[in-house]
C-alpha cells in the first residue's frame, strides 16, 4: 500500500486490461444488489398461491479509482495532445 503524493490517502495500485497502472482508493466500496431475490420455499406453482422470497446478500467489494475521489486529481492527468 501506498499514499497519494497529492492528499496522502491510502491507495492501491492495479494494473488494467490495457496494461496501464491505475490508483485505487485503498478501502473497498461493499455493494449489495438491490432487486435480486431467492426463493425460501421452493414452491412450483405460481399460479394463484405465492412463494416466500428473501433478498439476495450476496456482497460484492469494489475499489474505486483514486482519480474520482482524490480532491487533487487535476493535477496528476495528462493533457491530450
Not at 490517502?9 to 444488489?33: H, M, S, Y
Request: charged fraction near 20%; proline fraction near 5%; hydrophobic fraction near 40%.
Amino acid at each position: 500500500m501506498s499514499a497519494c503524493r497529492s492528499c496522502s490517502a491510502p491507495i492501491v495500485w492495479a494494473v488494467t486490461e490495457n496494461g496501464k497502472r491505475i490508483p485505487l482508493d485503498a478501502e473497498a466500496v461493499v455493494l449489495i444488489p438491490t432487486g435480486a431475490f431467492r426463493l425460501v420455499d421452493g414452491g412450483e406453482d405460481f399460479g394463484g398461491s405465492y412463494c416466500d422470497v428473501a433478498v439476495s446478500v450476496k456482497a460484492e467489494a469494489l475499489y474505486v479509482s483514486h482519480f474520482a475521489t482524490c480532491p487533487n486529481a487535476d493535477a496528476h492527468r495528462k493533457g491530450k495532445t
